[in-house]
């Protein structure tokens, strides 16, 4: 409190201080108030006149309102910012205080600081007036930006968001005066600070519907649309790209938070709706000006034309009239706009194909109402640009430029024929628009004929990535189960090109393949699309059995080489990143070979040919001293290949087949390769990948037949390639952090995963190893520790991959090899629990119920040992004596369970426990464990409590208890998980009423 008012008193002081040193200093005010908020000093809560002690700097200078007003802003963007190192309930209780008890009086005392300024001459020429302005028009913003229901809203997804207003705010919302204040605003200042009263305009349009009561929105509504009227009415301001952006986003969320019906009954609608067209009409004309912000304006014109089925309204929505000239103006104007790109070599807006795809996504709405007319638009100039490359094609003096000219329209051509076929599926469709598909389709046909028959001397890439859009479109429209054979769209198909069905279509496609995958080697992007098209073809049953009776299906599975398809090749000019793509091309591959496969060995051996030669060449060149770097690409587009193979066999019969053709005889290569190239992760990582997916038990396709002993020599091979790794990897001594991850901690967290899935595959009998001497199983486990103690705990966490696999793996050990796991040398055992007791914080609930599940299983071990302690029989002195070390350990080392037992606790009362089951198992062993701990635990959160709730508390910790006996069965940790739902709501409904304390986690945390 002293330093707060110290604070206060310097900054009243010395008002003219460099900003930022107030901004420092503001902000340890804001931080203070806020870890104060529910401090009493004789029965007043002390932090909480700040509003009072504010109003002291408005009645002083200019200087001092400034101040004043940040102050308050500071506090209130404090109060709604989450500190992710304390809990999140105590957080949502100091801001849902702070809202309840001053947040409405801040908003309102902006609001008149704000009419005060407006009902003076503003003299927009004084900086300081300028910077008083500016600083309550980010007060009002971080007001409404407040997070009212603890809903922590992705600020990316801003278009869909509802501000939750409290009703208590309603009177200030139903005022006229307020929504006129801020457009009022906005006509009067300048850029920088008008941009600001449109952010706020922003939010006042995003208000919760159940704010108001019909006639209520209906008139609330009616504001926002006047002031739409008038500010699209006098344009001037919108010349700047700041308001502009705002205003995009203003328009946007009208439609957002009201329905069309709503919108179409308000008077000034019609001839809003038409200003609204013609800013639309004239910010696509302008492509180059602010792209970022035409996506809000096409998002207000797809939920409208979206919501014209559901409207029940009388009145005309008119977007029948204008809605086609948006779909005409965004045609055009993109079409003009590439002569312009090409002469002026301007930034081309086909190279940023993400918002490319989203616009188009978004236009395809818009464009199929009167799709009659878009479609005569496109047709019309489909046709014209064709011919007009024709010509330019056959004449002798075709220029470079105009042809290039002509391949860019051609390329938005054929991404908005795609766009508008696609949007068949989100808007009603008849009969009559399928022929016009039709139409549209037979020229996106006749082009990519066209341009195939140019490759490989002249190649566009912007019109293939336009191409394989609109395949990608067509597919998902008329190609698949769902479609009736009957569909128009191949009427005239049919007549020009003679496809009258999707079997027809599929030859296409497979052609188009086929011919990119030939020519287009040398081009990752366009190879990468393509083999994602194919990949995307090969998931349907029903498509793959139209699949494979096509010939170039037929002539892809005999002939997967790099003579035939260059990208599979090891070309120097290939980076080694480049061939990633070859895995996509082999699951697509290996799906539709499995179509006919059956039991035929002799056809898979046929398929593996090409990776046979390869094999045998690696062999027989691997330990001369030349050409290492094309053995290097050779074996690293095999495991590739290998992988993409191996994902896609899901069945026994087939897995064993791979199984039966790698192994012994081309594993030992890709061991070698390991050993040698450890430090090359550009190697090491695709061929530790084939071997993970390789242990993946998925569809039980490892379950062999019990005579073969598969299972364990594949486990043996992993066991040598972990081993060789990981040994040669800790070799590398200290990296930088930049280095860490790619050098060492992805081909951990790859060897980790192999681990996990050999594991918990239930395809090999561990205790066999010991039983026969076989040391593999020991040696992995070894391996395991070793990398594990080479990783610090910070970067376990850090890393997502990295502890998604280190978890999973350590609940399996603690499940199934306990054995191992107290067998541990006291210092790595340490390390292990201390991992699961940082991991048990997390907010990855998969590898925080990792945690738990480990927890459980340790704990469970420690309890039934200690049960047996006075039953010794000889039979089982082998397992108590390994019980006996890790009891010895934790009577060493007792502050390592009520550690966890704090972390647990605190969770369940006072964090947001998205895994209470998982949370609840491992807390009773522990409980039972340490009762005389939770006791002191128990007492801790009473004490902290005022009078009036410690009965409360103290009867929900019987209630918690009630009924568990002392023992860890099934059923009565069922009642414990029970009553641990119950104990933690009401728990939070006792903390959540009005109360003199702060919450007590960190002292449990302690």
Excluded at 334 to 346: N, P, T
């Amino acid at each position: 409190m002293d330093i707060r008012n110290y604070i206060l008193n310097y900054v009243a002081s010395q008002p003219k201080l460099a900003p930022f040193v107030i901004q420092a200093l503001i902000q340890v005010i804001a931080k203070i108030t806020k870890l104060g908020w529910f401090e009493v000093q004789k029965d007043q809560f002390v932090f909480r006149e700040v509003i009072a002690d504010v109003k002291k700097f408005l009645q002083g200078t200019v200087e001092h309102c400034i101040i004043g007003a940040i102050i308050l802003s500071e506090l209130t963007q404090e109060m709604n910012l989450i500190d992710y190192s304390r809990p999140s309930a105590k957080h949502r209780k100091i801001a849902t205080s702070f809202c309840d008890t001053s947040l409405k009086d801040i908003l309102v005392l902006a609001c008149s600081l704000l009419k005060e300024v407006l009902a003076k001459p503003l003299n927009l020429q004084d900086q300081c007036q300028q910077n008083l302005v500016m600083q309550v028009l980010k007060l009002v913003l971080n007001c409404l930006n407040f997070d009212f229901i603890g809903s922590s809203a992705d600020e990316s997804a801003d278009d869909l968001c509802t501000v939750q207003i409290p009703t208590t705010w309603r009177t200030i919302f139903l005022e006229p005066e307020t929504l006129d204040l801020f457009f009022n605003l906005y006509h009067s200042l300048p850029p920088l600070l008008s941009q600001l009263a449109l952010s706020c305009l922003v939010q006042f349009a995003s208000t919760r519907r159940s704010l108001f009561n019909s006639p209520e929105r209906a008139k609330y509504l009616g504001n926002l649309i006047k002031g739409v009227k008038r500010i699209l009415e006098n344009p001037q301001g919108l010349s700047d790209p700041g308001n502009y952006h705002e205003f995009c986003r203003f328009l946007a969320r009208l439609k957002t938070n009201y329905q069309l019906g709503e919108l179409v009954t308000v008077k000034e609608y019609p001839e809003v709706i038409r200003l609204i067209a013609n800013f639309t009409i004239a910010s696509l004309q302008h492509w180059e000006f602010a792209p970022n912000s035409v996506h809000y304006l096409l998002t207000l014109w797809q939920r409208m034309v979206a919501s014209v089925p559901f409207v029940r309204s009388t009145e005309p929505h008119l977007l029948d009239t204008y809605a086609p000239e948006i779909t005409k103006t965004f045609i055009t104007s993109r079409l003009e706009s590439v002569a312009i790109v090409v002469r002026d070599h301007l930034d081309d807006p086909l190279d940023d194909t993400a918002t490319v795809f989203q616009q188009l996504e978004q236009l395809c709405t818009v464009s199929r109402c009167e799709y009659e007319k878009t479609c005569a638009l496109l047709v019309q100039l489909f046709d014209q640009n064709a011919q007009n490359y024709q010509k330019l094609l056959h004449s002798a003096s075709g220029i470079t430029v105009d042809i290039t000219i002509q391949e860019g329209r051609l390329a938005w051509l054929v991404y908005l024929v795609g766009t508008v076929v696609g949007g068949r599926l989100t808007y009603t469709s008849t009969d009559e628009h399928d022929a016009m598909d039709g139409e549209l389709s037979c020229r996106v046909f006749q082009l990519i004929s066209l341009m195939d028959t140019r490759l490989p001397r002249c190649s566009n890439e912007k019109i293939e990535f336009a191409v394989l859009w609109f395949l990608d479109q067509f597919r998902k429209t008329y190609v698949g189960d769902q479609l009736q054979r009957t569909s128009k769209v191949y009427a005239r198909m049919s007549e020009v090109l003679g496809i009258t069905d999707d079997s027809h279509v599929l030859e296409t496609f497979m052609t188009k393949i086929v011919t990119n995958l030939k020519y287009w080697g040398r081009c990752e992007p366009v190879i990468s699309r393509t083999l994602q098209f194919l990949n995307d073809l090969s998931v349907g049953y029903i498509l793959l059995k139209k699949l494979v009776k096509i010939d170039a299906v037929k002539f892809m599975l005999k002939n997967h080489t790099s003579e035939h398809f260059p990208f599979l090749g090891i070309s120097e000019s290939y980076s080694l990143s480049a061939s990633r793509c070859r895995t996509t091309f082999y699951t697509a591959l290996t799906r539709l070979l499995m179509v006919d496969l059956g039991e035929d060995e002799d056809e898979f051996e046929n398929f593996m040919l090409p990776l046979t030669v390869a094999f045998e060449t690696v062999l027989q060149i691997f330990n001369n001293n030349f050409k290492q770097e094309d053995v290097k690409r050779m074996l690293i587009g095999l495991a590739r290949d290998l992988r993409g193979i191996a994902f896609a066999l899901n069945t026994k019969t087939s897995y064993t087949m791979l199984f039966d053709w790698i192994y012994p005889t081309y594993l030992p290569i890709l061991q070698n390769a390991v050993e040698r190239w450890y430090g090359e992760p550009a190697c090491t990582t695709p061929i530790l990948k084939l071997m993970a997916e390789l242990m993946q038990n998925r569809s039980q396709r490892l379950n062999f037949d019990v005579s073969s002993p598969n299972g364990i020599l594949l486990f043996r091979e992993v066991s040598k390639m972990v081993c060789t790794y990981g040994n040669q990897i800790l070799s590398l001594g200290s990296l930088s952090k930049d280095q860490i991850y790619p050098m060492k901690l992805k081909g951990i967290s790859i060897c980790y995963s192999a681990l996990k899935s050999a594991l918990c595959g239930n395809y090999v009998s561990f205790g066999i190893f010991k039983l026969y001497g076989d040391n593999h199983f020991d040696n992995v486990l070894q391996a395991f520790v070793k990398m594990l103690l080479s990783v610090s705990h910070s970067d376990l966490l850090q890393y997502r991959k990295l502890s998604q696999a280190y978890y999973p793996l350590l609940e399996c050990l603690t499940q199934d090899h306990m054995n191992f796991i107290i067998n541990l040398e006291p210092p790595v055992l340490m390390y292990v629990l201390t991992s699961v007791s940082q991991g048990l914080t997390t907010f990855d609930t998969v590898v925080s119920s990792s945690c738990c599940t480990s927890l459980d299983y340790i704990v469970t071990y420690l309890f039934k040992h200690i049960a047996k302690e006075g039953k010794k029989p000889l039979r089982c002195r082998e397992a108590t004596q390994a019980g006996q070390r890790l009891f010895h350990f934790m009577q060493q080392n007792p502050d390592v369970l009520q550690q966890m037992m704090s972390v647990l606790m605190n969770t369940i009362v006072f964090e947001d426990c998205r895994n209470q089951w998982s949370v609840s198992r491992p807390l009773l062993g522990l409980i039972l464990l340490n009762e005389k701990y939770f006791s002191e635990l128990r007492a801790s959160l009473i004490n902290s409590q005022p009078l009036p709730k410690q009965e409360i508390l103290a009867q929900c910790f019987r209630n918690l208890m009630e009924g568990v006996e002392q023992n860890l069965s099934i059923k009565n940790r069922d009642r414990f998980t029970q009553n641990l739902s119950v104990f933690r709501r009401d728990v939070a409904e006792a903390l959540r009423s009005d109360g003199h304390t702060e919450q007590c986690s960190l002292d449990m945390m302690n």
